[in-house]
């Protein structure tokens, strides 16, 4: 699976973004998408996942009721609606996707989710900037 993301950009404390990622080549296999974020100095760190059969939802303490991740089945694109913004959310963001390697169970989503490792593939980044 190839991952396009996109939306990023300058954006003023309180604005709101939305950022992109289309999802291209093996597709019907795909389990769930998800969202990171890298700020300059620091690790890659989770925001937020989507289980793509079913929807459930699952994101970062943080970005709670700021920020939505949502999937449109038939264009294969994965979104997150930022809004609230905050200067500590500058960095660059990636989406990722883990393939349906067997029977998907929600017990694991929510266990694994914020998991770097447990992802297949990566876009290539859209980096987001909050002024404040």
């Known amino acids: 699976v190839q991952l396009q993301a996109s939306g990023g950009g300058l954006v003023q404390a309180g604005g709101s973004l939305r950022l992109s990622c289309a999802a291209s080549?093996?597709?019907?296999?795909?389990?769930?998408m998800a969202w990171f974020r890298q700020a300059p100095g620091k690790e890659r760190d989770f925001v937020a996942a989507i289980r793509w059969s079913g929807g459930n939802t699952y994101y970062v303490d943080s970005v709670k009721g700021r920020f939505t991740i949502s999937r449109d089945n038939a264009k294969n694109t994965e979104y997150l609606q930022m809004n609230s913004l905050k200067p500590e959310d500058t960095a660059v963001y990636y989406c990722?996707?883990?393939?349906?390697?067997?029977?998907?169970?929600?017990?694991?989503?929510?266990?694994?989710?914020?998991?770097?490792?447990?992802?297949?593939?990566w876009g290539q980044g859209t980096e987001v900037t909050v002024s404040s």
């Open positions: 990722a996707a883990r393939e349906a390697y067997s029977r998907s169970i929600l017990s694991t989503f929510y266990a694994n989710a914020a998991k770097k490792e447990w992802y297949d593939s």
């Open positions: 080549g093996r597709t019907n296999s795909r389990d769930v």
